[in-house]
């Protein structure tokens, strides 16, 4: 199996697997970073979601040979101490029910906010569309990303 030098969370890493093997896989099977959960394995849910150079992509259709020397940072590498302003405001608003997709939620909110640091409802909605949500939790995750832009912002 080949070796692919990966830059995660800031810090680098080694693995050993098949060039196939989805990036979501090798975070959590090889890295031991489970933050980052399985939800359908076809792109289409958004629990996966992790960065890529910043920008939000579905890990679990990315193989680890397609990421080169591109910088990945999962839900555990979003801050050091649980204070990035969409985890203060996830937290403050109570968005998770069953907080299977939050962290998937999380990581394309956090991308939002770097590219909108002001996002209107039509932003919001249009850069969550793919982020599904069981428990139907939309209008507090609308809520919580206005509330972590002001956190932001501040």
Not at 4 to 16: A, C, P
Not at 95 to 124: E, F
Not at 130 to 146: D, F, V
């Amino acid at each position: 199996m080949p070796t692919y030098s990966l830059t995660v969370n800031k810090r680098k890493m080694e693995v050993d697997v098949a060039e196939d093997t989805p990036l979501l896989w090798v975070l959590r099977d090889h890295l031991d970073l489970v933050g980052t959960k399985f939800g359908c394995g076809i792109a289409q849910c958004g629990a996966c979601t992790v960065h890529l150079d910043g920008n939000p992509i579905r890990s679990c259709s990315v193989p680890v040979s397609a990421i080169g020397d591109k910088k990945v940072i999962t839900i555990e590498g979003l801050s050091k101490d649980g204070k990035h302003p969409v985890q203060i405001a996830w937290e403050e608003i109570d968005v998770p029910q069953c907080g299977y997709c939050q962290a998937g939620q999380m990581m394309s909110a956090a991308a939002l906010l770097k590219k909108k640091p002001n996002p209107t409802d039509a932003d919001i909605d249009a850069a969550m569309g793919g982020n599904l949500c069981r428990c139907a939790s939309y209008l507090r995750i609308r809520k919580a990303i206005h509330t972590a832009a002001k956190i932001q912002n501040s």
